[in-house]
């Protein structure tokens, strides 16, 4: 059995993710209330992969929901669009690392201003098989 990734979602006005150190430069991080509608804002996704994964593709996803527990979508050209990001990640192995250490990852969604009513949401994480969320109210 495969050690458990770790992960944590952090919350900001916007971020820029950094592939090659696995560092996040984020601005304005750390909130949890917000405006309605919202100013644009990123989530960030800080990860841990076990040297025993390395150089294996993690799939990851964070899409948003309602405070009822649904998929926020917004209306497009092209119909109704649910709020998410995914892709996959993959840590790859530097030389001399020894067994056991974590290696570094990370993931950015940026999203623009979004029409949300006042309410309570929050965006799921689903990484491997470990799934987070990160909770926020817009007033």
């Known amino acids: 059995m495969a050690s458990p990734v770790e992960a944590h979602l952090v919350l900001c006005d916007a971020a820029v993710s950094d592939p ?10 750390g909130w949890s209330l917000t405006s309605s509608p919202t100013p644009p804002q990123a989530v960030v996704v800080l990860m841990k992969i076990p040297w025993d994964r390395s150089n294996t593709p993690l799939p990851v996803q964070v ?5 009822d527990g649904k998929p926020v979508e917004i209306s497009t050209q092209d119909g109704l669009v649910a709020i998410t ?10 030389a001399g690392v ?7 990852a990370s993931f950015v969604l940026n999203v623009g201003p979004l029409p949300l009513p006042p309410g309570r949401y929050e965006w799921r994480l689903t990484f491997a098989e470990l ?7 817009a007033r």
């Not at 899409?63 to 405070?67: E, K, P």
């Open 131 to 137: 799934e987070q969320c990160a909770p926020f109210t």
């Open 20 to 29: 090659s150190s696995g560092k996040v430069h984020m601005l304005g991080a």
């Open 63 to 67: 899409q948003l929901y309602d405070g």
């Open 98 to 104: 020894p067994a056991g250490v974590m290696l570094d």
């Open 85 to 94: 990001g995914q892709g996959t990640v993959e840590a790859g192995r530097p």
